[in-house]
């Protein structure tokens, strides 16, 4: 069993910044294992709170990653309450169970990581209608996170009737939102927004992640072991060419990706567009040059500079 110390060493080989929240998730992940071996120390669900784009769906992939645990991807938004029309948060359980084929106790080891979280907050003005949406959801939840016995459908039910029962007591729940507006993670200010104290009483760990500055986009292009970057040199020696990249792109990659206000996924829009014309052209060439030179001017024009 690996120590917070050495979860924490992995993700930042993956993750750059956020150091609080990676300590956090690192001690989280630590108890859920204490757990697994029989300790009856408290759930370690996790809250993150953070603005889109500052890698909060990639933090808790290379966590489970870390792990070796199976990992579970959901969106707070498809879930409505129980007898209304839309998917219940049970058939997460059944999901998890289809990607673990059908190994329970694979499962109860899993992360299952509930994304947007802020939008099932509990509504106002409903004019006396359901909030099927909102509170709803979170009070739907509440026996899923705690842990209870979930019905869901195996592989071997007839006509896809729920036929057999989980216990959700020692899968890992990770759930994350914008929560635009919010000025600090406290219970109160949680509150405020719109999620019951009830469900905010599930999180033992609430943490928040910061908006990722320049320095934060260039480390992650050059020192991340999941740099984008990566992938273009792979498909680029595919082709038996070598992409050599300059400073001078870094940093124009960067703020680029910082103006598309699309946060680290803008790094790979930005080099998509910049490499649109090499990858283009790159099969087609008779006569193979050894590099390309990915430098400033290349990101702003998009021709490329091969080197023979």
Known sequence: ????????????????????????????????FKRMNGSTIKKSNVLLIGPTGCGKTYLVSILARILGVSFLTSDATQFTSSGYQGRSVEELITDLLGICEGNEYKASKSIIYID????????????????????????????????????????????GEYDRKMNTKDIMFIC???FVGLESPSIQNLTDFG????????????????????????KILRD???????????????????????????????QKAIEK????RGLHSVLDEALLNAQFEAPSLEKKPSKFTLDSMVVMTGKPKWVY
Do not use: C
């Not at 609430?206 to 990722?212: A, D, F, G, S």
């Not at 992409?243 to 990659?253: E, G, K, P, R, T």
């Not at 206000?261 to 680290?264: E, H, K, N, R, V």
């Open 224 to 254: 991340s072991k999941g740099s984008i970057l990566n992938s273009f040199k792979e498909w680029f020696l595919s082709e038996g060419i070598e992409l050599v990249v300059d400073d001078s792109a870094i940093n124009i990659i960067a």
């Open 261 to 264: 206000g699309l946060g680290a």
């Open 1 to 32: 069993m690996k120590t917070p110390e050495q979860i924490k060493k992995e993700l930042d080989e993956y993750v750059i910044g956020h150091e609080k929240t990676k300590r956090s998730l690192s001690v989280a992940a630590y108890n859920h």
């Open 116 to 159: 947007e979280i802020d939008k099932i907050k509990k509504k106002t003005n409903q004019d006396g209608g359901a909030d099927v949406n909102g509170l709803g959801v979170q009070q739907s939840l509440l026996k899923l996170l705690e842990g209870s016995d979930v019905p869901y459908i195996s592989k071997h039910s007839q006509n």
């Open 176 to 178: 994350s939102g914008a």
């Open 195 to 218: 999620m019951i104290p009830e469900f905010l009483g599930r999180f033992p760990v609430i943490t928040q992640l910061q908006e990722l500055k320049f320095d934060d986009y260039r």
